[in-house]
């Protein structure tokens, strides 16, 4: 399944103003292009890493090192097992999360991040989406929760923002 992302808006910077400030560039939006997140899944390679220091382990005791070494073995495959379980695919991008979000709350969104998380200790990703009323300045701002595997509302906070003292 391949995810054709929105084009984003990109954030420009004169070349004058940049090379005035001394802006390295590495944070120059067109040359590295969009952000992904990557998918914690991966964390299933580092299982089988440690599945394979619990063999070596197992046939260095095998060869003669001293049975207490079974204790690491026993370590290395429990924390192997660990990182299988919770390696999660993230079937959500940030941007399906941002878009499950402003139809989740109840006001017309603005401004929206999302940042991901993990909840729990399996580490089920989660987005965290924060959304401003699209007002100027915004009246309203929300949380919405989105789950990374199924895409489902987990729960959506909203408040009024107070108005700014003067």
Do not use: C, Q
């Not at 084009?7 to 292009?33: Q, T």
């Not at 070494?69 to 429990?78: D, H, L, Q, S, T």
């Not at 878009?99 to 991901?116: E, K």
Request: overall charge neutral; cysteine-free.
């Amino acid at each position: 399944m391949t995810d054709r992302r929105p084009e984003l808006p990109k954030i420009e910077v004169a070349g004058d103003v940049a090379a005035a400030a001394g802006m390295p560039g590495d944070l120059d939006a067109n040359v590295l292009g969009p952000y992904t997140v990557p998918d914690p899944a991966r964390r299933r390679r580092a299982a089988i890493v440690y599945f394979m220091a619990a063999l070596i382990t197992i046939g260095g005791i095998a060869a003669g090192l001293p049975g207490r070494m079974a204790i690491i073995a026993v370590v290395f495959g429990a924390i192997g097992t660990y990182h299988l379980v919770a390696g999660h695919h993230l079937r959500i991008t940030d941007s399906a999360a941002l878009t499950t979000a402003t139809r989740a709350i109840d006001f017309a969104v603005g401004h929206a991040s999302a940042v991901l998380g993990f909840e729990g200790i399996l580490a089920r990703p989660v987005w965290n989406v924060l959304v401003f009323s699209a007002e100027e300045p915004p009246a309203r701002r929300g949380l919405v929760r989105v789950d990374g595997k199924t895409g489902a509302v987990l729960e959506t906070y909203r408040e009024d923002v107070p108005p700014a003292e003067l």
